[in-house]
């Protein structure tokens, strides 16, 4: 099902935007309220809530113990998969991953790994055979624009949350102490900003209104440090080198002020 | 959604109290709905029970594509209950399997009859249910929340569908059972009703009951659905005013 965008829509945020406004009153680089709980499904060895503006949704993280990749046989597996529920909007359907959620985790998971935000050599309980792996499933309640953002940040604060029993090994036996769980061995909160190019502007955290009619999109993944770990370019239209250069420049500050909901 | 955290290790049994969790055998576990939680759904739920967490989102009544479903004479109400993959504790791999399938066809089924469908000819109305957490007793937690969602989404209705389980558990026929006791036990009983006349809409049973325990069990499943319709009413009062 498509969803159709009155012109009207489109030329009224397109003009505020050139005027160097928003709908919604933000600045051009001012994240909606964010909202972040963690620890909120018990079953879960980790798991986190997402509120960034009205998009909601939920990270959970499982852990299990299994083979590894023969070509990593000493890293731990992590596997990020996301639903574009139906209930999140009314033009997603019941069925498959579809090319948008799988774009979702697909970046997520390369923010997540190549980020080191875990170390997953860490994970290893027996070289070759046995190692942690751990399912990060995202799973999109509503959507109300930038689930990205908000699916990166989720996911964080899932994995600081995990917590997984000591696995000892004996006889070569994994033995598991569910008395004595620990946390997952975390690094670094790598996080993600998101902008839209509307005209000739750059909007961070675009909102559904804005996502729908944007010429592209542009998403950062940047460590503590200020180094960049995961980029994605989207939208049907091409983006600039400056625009690229400056969309970086202003993702320095913007993880830093979302890292603080981590703290 | 507002988060609380519920102690859900139930130790099995030793206690002074004949169910593991210690409550009264015609006492629910502790319960709590909220009406119009999401955006861009219709309408929406979420309720809380014991260990449960579910959500549900209505669309519609809206235009239905699927032509060889569409009535002529009135809407069809389809369900899909779905659990996310942490909602269990071995992940649940993604996707519809053999029991959500027979979930989404009884839940739709326990819904229909209190809709006036037939105010929307030719048009879906959708409920999507998803089990966040679950910890015995879901598909009852599921169509609980969608009657308060069909209302949020101000679909007409004859009555607010309730459901609640009742079974035998440590020889003892009780009230809404937990996963332990669900587990354990000698049978489970999960019933939905139209309170305001008492006409059953689901009924399933698995296990081992008498004639005389199932006339109590239905009775305790129905004493429950009236505990919690007082709960549903709550919810979209709170969400409207009186």
Redesign the interface.
């Known amino acids: 099902m498509v969803s159709i965008i009155p012109e009207i829509t489109r030329e009224s945020v397109v003009y505020l935007i050139k005027e160097g406004k928003r709908a919604d009153g933000r600045a051009f680089d001012e994240y909606r309220e964010v909202s972040l709980e963690t620890g909120v499904i018990n079953k879960a060895e980790g798991s986190a809530k997402v509120k960034l503006g009205n998009t909601q949704l939920v990270v959970g993280a499982k852990t299990q113990i299994a083979e590894p990749f023969s070509d990593t046989p000493k890293m731990g597996v992590l596997m990020t998969n996301s639903e574009l529920l139906p209930m999140a909007a009314p033009n997603f359907e019941p069925g498959p991953p579809d090319e948008n959620s799988v774009e979702l985790s697909r970046v997520t998971d390369r923010c997540i790994r190549e980020g080191k935000v875990v170390d997953l050599e860490k994970l290893c309980i027996i070289e070759g055979k046995k190692v942690w792996m751990i399912f990060l499933d995202i799973h999109v309640l509503d959507y109300d624009g930038n689930l990205q953002d908000a699916a990166v940040l989720g996911a964080v604060a899932a994995l600081m949350n995990t917590k997984v029993p000591t696995a000892t090994v004996e006889n070569d036996e994994v033995i598991l102490d569910h008395e004595k769980m620990i946390p997952l061995p975390f690094n670094e909160k790598a996080l993600m900003c998101t902008f839209a190019k509307i005209g000739d502007e750059l909007v961070l955290d675009p909102s559904l209104e804005e996502e729908e009619i944007m010429d592209a999109r542009i998403s950062i993944g940047m460590r503590a440090d200020g180094s960049i770990c995961a980029m994605q370019k989207g939208g049907k239209k091409p983006i600039t080198r400056d625009e690229i250069l400056k969309a970086v420049n202003i993702a320095k500050n913007k993880t830093e002020e979302l890292r603080k909901y981590l703290e | 959604?507002i988060?609380i955290?519920?102690e859900?290790d139930l130790s099995t049994g030793t206690e002074t109290s004949a169910r593991a969790d210690g409550r009264a055998f015609n006492e629910l576990r502790p319960l709590k709905i909220s009406a119009g939680v999401?955006?861009?759904?219709d309408g929406?739920a979420y309720l809380e029970m014991g260990?449960n967490?579910v959500?549900?989102?209505v669309?519609g009544p809206?235009e239905l594509?699927i032509r060889h479903m569409m009535q002529p004479d009135k809407a069809v109400l389809r369900c899909?209950y779905?659990m996310?993959?942490?909602?269990?504790?071995?992940?649940k791999r993604?996707?519809p399997d053999r029991r959500s399938v027979e979930i989404s066809k009884i839940t739709s089924e326990a819904l229909t009859p209190a809709v006036f469908l037939e105010k929307f000819p030719r048009s879906t109305i959708?409920v999507?249910i998803?089990v966040?957490?679950?910890?015995g007793g879901t598909r009852c937690a599921g169509i609980t929340a969608a009657s308060v969602a069909l209302a949020d989404a101000g679909i007409p209705m004859r009555d607010i569908v309730v459901a609640c389980a009742a079974g035998k558990s440590n020889g003892q026929v009780v009230m809404d059972l937990s996963e332990a006791e669900d587990k354990e036990g000698e049978a489970d009983l999960p019933i939905a009703m139209m309170p305001r006349t008492g006409e059953i809409t689901l009924l399933q049973m698995d296990g081992h009951l008498t004639g005389e325990e199932f006339e109590r069990a239905i009775d305790l499943a129905v004493e429950g659905c009236m505990k919690i319709s007082e709960e549903q009413k709550k919810a979209i009062k709170e969400r409207y005013g009186d």
């Open positions: 959604m988060k955290t519920v859900s999401l955006e861009r759904a929406s260990g967490k959500l549900v989102a669309y809206r594509h899909r779905n996310a993959p942490f909602s269990v504790d071995d992940r993604p996707g959708d999507f998803e966040l957490e679950a910890e």
